[in-house]
Structure formats: C-alpha cells, structure tokens
C-alpha cells in the first residue's frame, strides 16, 4: 500500500510540475489533439490522432513552422460532454492555443464555448453538426463537411435519379444520424417522393428484424440510413438474410471498409455520399505510403481532414508571423490553404467554404466505384 | 512448509491465467478485408503472460508467507485517525469546528489553485450533491435506486428547457428544477414503493432509461440527440447604481449575453479573466453543498430522519409501532430525487449544453458506487468517495487509453480494501453513563 | 388478411428468437442472484467474452484447415464454454468471494467496476473495432404469396430455438437430478443450513458461476454466428435487457427466466411492428413495471414472506 500511495504522489507532483513548466519552451508550439481514446467511439478518435500526429511529424520534419517544432498533445475526452468541458479547462489551464478537435458533435458544442471565451483557435476534423458555427464564434473553424450540406447531396440524387416508389428513412436517433436523415427527409419530400417511413433504431442494436419485416410488408424499395456503419452493417446483412429487396443508400459514417466485412456480400451495390476519397488522389501519394509505412489506414474518414486541421493551424501561424489566435483566425477567413483535402477557404462562419460530397457505389470487397 | 496441496492450487491458478489471457491476449482477430485471420500477439505479449501465470503461480503457493508479511503493514484506519471527544455536546463542537475550517479551505482554494483543478473540484461538488441526495434514498432508508440519474436529468433539462422557452434565469430555475425533479421522484416513488429489495432496483432502473429514451425521442421538445445548448451560465446578483437603482445580473463572459446583464470585470473594472467564471462556479457550487449538507443533517435528526433509518433497519418492527412505511418511502425518494434536480439545474449552467447521452445507465452506477465507497450514510465518507471517483480517472489520464480499465480495476479494489466504505457512518445512539 | 397474419407470425418469431438468447443470458443472472442474492452486472460481459472466443475459435479453425462445419461449430462451442466458465469463475474468486457476506450492495458496485474492467480489457486486447465473421450457416425458407408479403425462418433462427430449448432442458435435468443440483437447490434454500450439513458452499457458488458462464457463451456463440458481429461494448445491453428477463420472470426462477426472456423478446419486436421501433425500450420496461405492479415478485418468483 505504501509503495502505491508513493507512486502517485509522484505522479501527481509530475503533473503538478509539468504544469507549471508549460511555457517554459518557447521553441514549441502545443497543439491539443481532443477526441476519443477511450469509450466507444475511440476507433473514430484514432482516425483523428494519426491524422494530426502525421500532420504534426511531416511538419516539423519539413523544418516546423516559422522555425518553431509543433507538439501534439492528447486529451482524452471519451466522447462524453462533461469530461469534453473538464478537458477544455484543461487545455485553458495548460497554456495550449490550438485544439484539433473534438470529435463528437456534443462534445465540441460545450467545448467550443470555453475556447471562444479564452480565445483558443479550436478547428474539428470531425464535428459535422451545423450548430457548431450557427453562434457567431470567431475561434471556430472545421475541416469537414456538414450534415445540412450532404443530406441534400444524396436527398437530390434520390429524388432525380433513383427516384424510388416507397422510401424509408432510418435513423439511428443520434445527432449525426438523425440530423442526416431529417436533412435527406426534407429535400425528397420537397421534390415530391412519398416517404412511406421515417423512424430511429438504437445504436448498439444488434437486431432489426422487426423493422426489416416491416419495411418489407410497406413494399419498401430504396432505404436511406442516417448514422454509423456498425448498425447499417446489420440491417443489410439481415435483410439479405430475410429477403428484403431494395437498395440502401448512406452517409459517409457507414463508408468504411468494415461494412463490408460485417454485411459480406450484402454491402454490394450500397451506395454512399462520401468527401472525394483523398487517400486516393496521386497528389496524396507519398503522405498515404508514409501512413502505410506506419502501419495506419490513412482511408478513415477523419485521418486526412485531421491532417489537413493541423496543417492549416500550421500555416495560420506562418501567416501571422506569430501565435497570437486573433490574427490568425482572421488570416484563416482571408486566405486559401492548401491541404491533403483540397484547396481550403473557410467562410466567415468557419466552415469551408466548398466541401463536395460524391456518391460512391460501394462493393462487397470493401472498394468502391464513383456514381457521378 | 510447502505442501502439496498448495502446489496442486497454484497450478490450477497459474493454467486459469493461461486459458483467461490466451485466447483474447495472445491472439488478435484481424478482419481486413471480407474473411477474419488470426494475428499472433508479439513476443512482448506472450512472454508477458507466460511471467504473470508464474507470478500467479507463486503467489498462490507462497500466500501465507505473502499475507503475514502484507499485515505487518497497518492497514490506515481514517476513522481512528480523527479525534473523537466522547462526550455528544464535545462531539458536536469538534465536528463544528472541523466544519467551519473545511468550509473555510473549500472557499479560500480556488484563489490558489489552477483553472483546470477548479474546474475538476467543480465537478467533484456535483458528485457530492449527488451522492448526497442519493445517500438518502440508499444509504439511510436502505431503498436501492439504480435510476438515480432520472432526476438529474428531469432537474437539467427543467432549468435549459425553461430557460430556453421562457428565458428565465438560473436563480429563478434552480428551487423549480429542485421541484419538478422531486414532483417525478414522488410520482414514480408511488407505484413502485412496495416492491421490495432488487425488485425496487431493477424498476427504477426502467424508469431511469425511460426517461433517458423519452428525452431522446421528443425531438421537438428537448431537441431529442441535439440536445439544448447556449444554456446561459448562472449570474451574480448586483445592485446597479447608474444611471438608476436597480439589481441587475453579473454575467462572467466577455459580453453581456442577456439583456440589462452586466459583464463582471466591467462593474468592477477590472481586467476580463475566464477563470473568474470557473472561480464563481466552484464558489457556487460549495454553496449548494453546504446547503444539501445542512438540510439533510436537520432531515436526519427531525422525526422523518429518524423513521428513514428504523425503516432501513428493521422493517416490521416500524411498521409494528405505527409509522407509516409508504410515505417514509416517499419521503425519502422525493427528497432525494430534489436534490438531484438541484445537482442537475447546476450541471446544465456548467456545461451550457445538455444532452440524453450524459444521463446514461453508468453514471447512476458511479452515484451509487460513491454512496457505497463513502460507507453508506456518512456525509464526510461521500465527500472523500467522490474526490476519489472523480479525481482518480484524471489522475489516471497519464495512461491514456488504459484509464477506464483501470478505473475498474479501482473500483473491484475498493471494495475489497474497505468494504465497510471510507467513513463507515456513525448511528446516532444514545449512551448510558453512570453517574 | 393472409399477408396481416404473415406479418405477425414473422414478427412473433423474430421476438421469440431474440427472447431465447435473452433467457440463456439470463439464466446466469437468475441461478446466481437465486443463490447468494447479488446482481452480477459483469455477466453481460462474460457474454461479449464468449462471442470474441468463440470467433477466435472458429476463426483459428477455419486457419488450420478445418472446414467441416459441425466440427468446427462444436469445437468452437467448447473452447467458448471452457474459456468462459472460466472468466465465471476467476471473476467470482476474485471480485466477489472476498466480499461474501457483507451489505449486499458491496458486491454490486464489486461487479460494477467488473464489468468496466472486462469491457476494456477485451477492447484494449482485440480493438475497439467491430469483428466479424461471414455467415457460416445459410439457408432459409419462406412462406406466403409470391407476389405479397412472405414469412421467412433462417435456419440460424431454427438452431438457436432448438439450442435454447436443449440448453434448457439440459440444465432442468441437471438441477433436478444431479447430486450437485442438488446441492445448488439447497444452497439456494438456506445457505447457513446447506454449509452446516456438509455441502461445500464455496463449490456450489463456483459451480454456478461455472454454468451461468458456459450458458452466456452458448449464447454468445449462437449469436456470434447469427449477427456475424462483435465489439466490447455488446454485453453491456444484453446483459441489462437479460437482467430485465430474469426479474419480469421472478428472478431466481429458471423457468422464468426463460419465460421472461421470452415474453421481452416477443414485446420488443411487436413494439417495432406495430408501434415504432424508437419506443420498444420504454415499453419493454414500461411492461416490466407494470408487471411487477400486479406480481411483486415476478411472473414465476415466489412471494416473499415475511418471517417475524
């Protein structure tokens, strides 16, 4: 016992001392990467921690910013909003300016408003939930697209292309799956398609039976599911399994190979709205055999705009000739960077600018083809 | 001596390590792709194993040398360690004065202390305020509640919902959250009361994820998944003198975010610094600790308080001598569950965002594990049991991805170390002296 | 009026196929709390450990070279429910023995942090990604109308009734007849007495624990092989709506625990056909409420009596 106690008060005057040691670098500038390490969702926060750990490694080989050397901190938040907020604190406390993060939608909305007041430049690689930039913050910027903007994207390709008799709209009664789906709902319907049923499942569900015999006996012929692809895996599976024949249609949560390894052949012909896959864009090819080399797949959903998050922190500070966060987010309004995801210029909301989806076909060997 | 019996024991346990950590840590199942494949874990892994089954191994064979020498370390014994005047009206002044000072530090703190920690002992004082409230219910009248959180939601989602529609303030919502949440407490209470033990337990956990479900579900109303956000942080009360007397609101943002508010440091002009914001909530905060202490302390020692613990102790004898085993339960439950209105009213200005997924199963499960850790009925041991629970997964942040598994380890560990909790409570008694 | 009655046979066997894996998890909820009166929380997660093995398992066979599908799938089956009795076992010893007892809420919060422990040991060991494997056993058979609605049974769905009801039967030969039956239902009785006429109480605990465990891994093969999935973080529901089963039955009652999980299978795929898929929590609880309003003790529990 007395061994233990020993050890932790050594950790705990580490900390203490690590603390107060915080400015005493000059020569590096912190970045804090906030997201998931732990809880269910930590394989998303993997995708953004080697993203931006790969960002903040080819940066400071290629000589750092304005001769300074980046370092990227973790801090755990397990998608849970009361500890987002205690990590924001922290953050403020630590003396870091930059956050990439966070990574769920309902962590980075309490989170930003600590850093709007601290005046910390917070950019989410992740956050797809149009609240984040609707309040005016200045310190807020993200690098992906947003749900109210891909939810038209497919919903018009339904409605013009597919145009299905019955429609299903599912959801997984979560933030990004139901903002996806309500967004999807309003457009069909404005163009005139009969939505036969609009309802939510709970994620973590392992079985759909009910509503996929229900979605048969309503001649369901084309489904839209909003949410994850852990929950889509199955309902495809089951439904090849109970007959049900109709096409499926998702959001760039459930673009992922391993849909294909839970659905097996069922995730064949899947279609899904989806950022171009920058992983396979042959400018981005030396940075992907530099992930490959590390043994990390640099095709998740998040790796790349974490990548480019770091990178226009990076170049912000380049700019400005310095770390002070006002000029920088103003030079963020007024510049065009260019990142692994594309030529970037953020509105005066912080969202990008343009942020295209594209429908891909998904295939049953985890591939997939460009519809458009 | 070593006898054989022993060995053939240790065997036992060191092959149970081997066939426990083989199949899930000696290999990985890998899907890439569309068919599964089997990884061998490396060396490091393997040899790992392999040296805790031996550890395992020893340990069991050579337990009793093990445990005599454990014991010649003294176990800490919190509850000697404080002085005890034997004598009550003694008694109750130490405990006076160990208050005040408490009180005194928990207020003087901050000032010294780091943003990040005062916002960290902000959250400990809700566990406080919760495992308080709940130490009613459980601890004193021995009822086991596993949908605790029912009612911190009921009390966060009263004060954002008001706020949100009516634009009412923190001050105005804090007593009706405490209400509504006890309003639920004694209509739910009322049913299910005569239901007995882990019938109790299992109910109340329905009706805790049924209203986690409702919340989520009523999309137009609570925002369902979205949950409510720009919940506006609670302001100190001011008297304004210019351009005419008034009390007016002191909000500790830059800008005043509701009208005829006052930023802080423009009434005092000073300088804008963020951690007075977290400086005032831990202050706040403190205040309803004290307060949810003092109060209950009087409930234990009125009547109701007293038919709370002879309830928990011996059921038919209570019922024998003609107290009125229903609305004890009630009682018990609706306060209770107004505390954890309070603690969530609170909850949602801290965050200043809320949603169904902070008011899962789990965090009932951690409430409760701070009442049994803090022994049951003692206020103090509550106090220590939610630093503990609170302080230790941050303290464990060093080992990032490890830190939950080994918060369950913490948590299987103190149990076994002090199951009677930290501060086993103290039953008023009364003694007999001669004289 | 043909296709209305398809539809709801379709959805009364899809409940009762979600209610058969829910008693075999509950039974180990139910014979545990029958015998020394906790609530082992951590059982969900023997569950969740017995569908990773038994993926391992199949898996490594698959590797070796062995495709003969019911070997493999026995071979799996108990290598799953050796590793898992097991864990049973090992976590009984260590997280609830020392704390035997006591108040009974100490082990409670003991299985609490249990479960948090087991959940996060297998994601930090096998990831905290979905595995999956294919579909193993196809095949399935539809009836009705070729142009209307058709019912279809998998035959997955046929294994795991007929599996459920031989795990069932098994066990009730095994409590009624074996001398360690025996012994559990005298334990279950009067621990105190059992211990002062010479059964070994310590071994009948370890024992159930033993069952309950190599039943969750039943289970967890059978669904394994039915959603082909598994994360961490799947014993965690199951485990709290088998939990639920074993209390609408009257927990402490193998019969009803298997009623039980039954009934809450049928009422959550009826909630999702004719309700809305986003209630059949709220009205799975909603029942148990109300059940327990009427039956205090649950469908088939005994009424408590109270001793003087």
């Not at chain 1, 998040?302 to 380049?318: E, H, L, N, P, R």
Request: glycine share 10%; net charge neutral; proline share 4%.
């Amino acid at each position: 016992m007395k061994k233990f106690s020993k050890k932790l008060l050594t950790i705990s005057t580490s900390l203490a001392i690590a603390g107060t040691v915080s400015f005493a670098h000059a020569d590096t500038i912190k970045i804090a990467l906030a997201g998931p390490v732990t809880g269910a969702v930590a394989q998303y926060g993997d995708m953004q921690m080697i993203g931006a750990q790969m960002a903040i490694e080819k940066i400071n080989a290629a000589g750092g910013v304005n001769g300074d050397t980046l370092e990227g901190i973790i801090y755990d938040d397990a998608c849970d909003p009361k500890q987002a907020v205690a990590v924001a604190n922290k953050i403020v406390n630590d003396g870091v300016k930059f956050v990439v993060g966070h990574l769920c939608s309902s962590s980075t909305q309490p989170a930003s408003d600590i850093y709007e007041d601290e005046g910390i430049l917070m950019v989410t690689a992740a956050s797809t939930s149009p609240d984040i930039t609707t309040r005016g913050y200045k310190m807020v910027f993200r690098t992906i697209g947003l749900d109210s903007h891909q939810g038209p994207t497919a919903g018009n390709y339904i409605a013009d292309t597919i145009k299905p008799k019955n429609l299903a709209i599912i959801h997984d009664k979560q933030q990004y799956g139901e903002g996806i789906a309500s967004a999807v709902k309003k457009t069909v319907e404005s163009k005139g398609i009969n939505v036969v049923m609009y309802e939510g499942v709970t994620a973590g569900d392992k079985d759909f039976s009910s509503l996929i015999a229900k979605m048969k006996k309503e001649n369901v012929d084309f489904i839209y599911y909003g949410g994850y692809h852990p929950e889509l895996g199955l309902i495809l599976r089951q439904s090849a399994e109970q007959g049900l024949a109709a096409k499926f249609m998702g959001p760039e949560g459930v673009g992922n190979k391993d849909i294909s390894t839970i659905a097996g052949a069922a995730s064949e012909g899947l279609m899904v709205t989806l950022p171009p896959s920058f992983d396979l864009n042959p400018e981005n090819k030396s940075l992907v055999d530099s992930f490959k080399a590390k043994n990390q797949d640099p095709s998740g959903a998040f790796v790349m705009t974490a990548y480019s998050a770091v990178q226009v922190i990076a170049d912000g500070i380049k700019l400005t000739k310095g770390t002070d966060t006002n000029a920088i987010q103003q030079a963020l309004r007024s510049n065009s960077f260019s990142t692994p995801t594309g030529s970037l210029e953020f509105d005066e909301k912080g969202d990008l600018k343009s942020f295209d989806f594209v429908i891909y076909e998904w295939h049953s060997d985890g591939t997939k083809t460009a519809l458009k | 001596m070593i006898s054989q019996e022993k060995i053939i024991h240790g065997l036992i346990a060191a092959i149970a390590t081997l066939v426990l950590a083989f199949p899930l840590l000696g290999v990985k199942l890998v899907t890439d792709g569309i068919s599964p494949h089997l990884e061998n874990a490396d060396t490091n892994t393997i040899v790992s194993i392999l040296v805790a089954s031996l550890a395992v191994f020893f340990v069991q064979v050579f337990k009793d040398h093990l445990s005599s020498a454990f014991s010649a370390i003294p176990r800490p014994d919190l509850l000697s360690k404080i002085p005890r005047p034997t004598t009550t009206s003694g008694r109750d002044k130490a405990e006076k004065i160990a208050t005040m000072l408490l009180i005194a530090f928990a207020l003087a703190w901050p000032f010294a202390a780091s943003r990040g920690s005062v916002d960290l002992a902000t959250l400990v004082l809700i566990y406080v305020m919760l495992g308080l409230g709940l130490n009613i219910v459980v601890g004193l009248a021995g009822l086991l509640d596993l949908g605790y959180v029912a009612f911190y939601a009921v009390g966060a989602y009263s004060y954002a919902l008001l706020s949100d529609y009516y634009g009412l303030s923190f001050w105005v919502c804090l007593p009706i959250a405490g209400l509504l949440a006890a309003a639920f407490g004694f209509l739910l209470g009322f049913p299910v009361l005569r239901l007995r033990g882990d019938y109790l337990a299992i109910v109340t956990l329905g009706f805790g994820e049924i209203i986690r479900i409702m919340i989520n579900n009523l999309t137009s109303l609570t925002g369902g998944p979205n949950g409510i956000g720009n919940i506006p942080k609670p302001t100190l009360p001011a008297i304004q003198t210019e351009p005419d007397l008034a009390l007016v609101g002191l909000e500790f943002g830059k800008r005043a975010k509701t009208e005829g508010n006052i930023p802080f440091h423009e009434y005092f002009g000073i300088a804008y610094d963020g951690s007075y914001k977290v400086i005032f909530l831990y202050l706040l905060a403190v205040l309803l600790v004290v307060f949810t202490i003092y109060v209950i302390r009087r409930l234990v020692r009125m009547p109701v308080g007293r038919a709370w613990e002879a309830l928990r102790e011996d059921e038919i004898a209570c019922r024998s001598l003609g107290l009125n085993r229903t609305a004890i339960k009630l009682s018990a439950f609706t306060m209770g569950a107004s505390f954890a209105g309070f603690a969530g009213a609170f909850f949602a200005a801290r965050q200043g965002f809320i949603s169904p997924e902070s008011f899962t199963f789990i965090e009932s499960a951690i409430i409760l594990a701070i009442v049994v850790l803090g022994g049951m009925g003692s206020q103090f041991g509550i106090i220590l049991a939610a630093i503990a629970m609170t302080v230790l997964p941050e303290i464990a942040r060093e080992f990032q991805e490890y830190r939950m598994l080994l918060f369950g380890v913490m948590m299987v560990f103190m149990m076994i170390w002090r199951p009677q909790g930290l501060l086993p409570a103290k039953r008023p008694q009364l003694e007999m002296t001669h004289d | 009026m043909v296709e209305a009655s398809l539809y709801f046979i379709q959805q009364l066997l899809n409940g009762l196929t979600i209610g058969s894996t829910y008693a075999l998890i509950a039974i180990g909820y139910t014979m545990v709390y029958g015998i020394i009166g906790m609530i082992n929380f951590a059982h969900g997660e023997i569950y969740m450990i017995g569908m990773y093995v038994s993926f391992v398992a199949i898996t490594g066979l698959m590797m070796a070279g062995i495709t003969f599908l019911p070997v493999v799938l026995l071979l799996a089956l108990a290598f799953s429910m050796f590793v898992s009795s097991t864990y049973g076992w090992a976590v009984e010893r260590v997280a609830y023995r020392p704390l035997r007892g006591g108040n009974r809420l100490i082990p409670l919060i003991s299985a609490i942090g249990m479960s948090i422990f087991l959940q996060n040991y297998v994601r930090l060991a096998q990831g905290s990604r979905d595995v999956a494997i294919p579909s193993l056993i196809e095949g399935n058979w539809s009836f009705g109308p070729a142009d209307g609605f058709q019912a279809t049974v998998s035959l997955m769905q046929v294994i795991i009734w007929i599996s459920t009801v031989i795990s069932m039967f098994a066990l009730t030969q095994f409590i009624a007849r074996s001398k360690t039956g025996k012994a559990c239902r005298a334990v279950a009785e009067d621990l105190k007495m059992a211990n002062l006429l010479g059964i070994d109480t310590n071994r009948v605990i370890s024992v159930t624990f033993i069952i309950g465990a190599a039943l969750a891994a039943v289970a967890g093969l059978l669904l394994g092989l039915y959603y082909g999935v598994a994360n961490p973080f799947v014993g965690f529901i199951a485990g709290l709506k088998a939990f639920t089963a074993a209390v609408l039955g009257g927990i402490g009652s193998i019969p009803g625990a298997m009623l039980g999980g039954l009934l809450l299978g049928v009422t959550e795929s009826m909630t999702g056909a004719y309700f809305s898929t986003e209630y059949k929590d709220v009205v799975s609880f909603g029942l148990l409420v109300l059940i327990l309003l009427f039956r205090p003790t649950g469908l088939l529990g005994k009424p408590e009596v109270e001793k003087i």
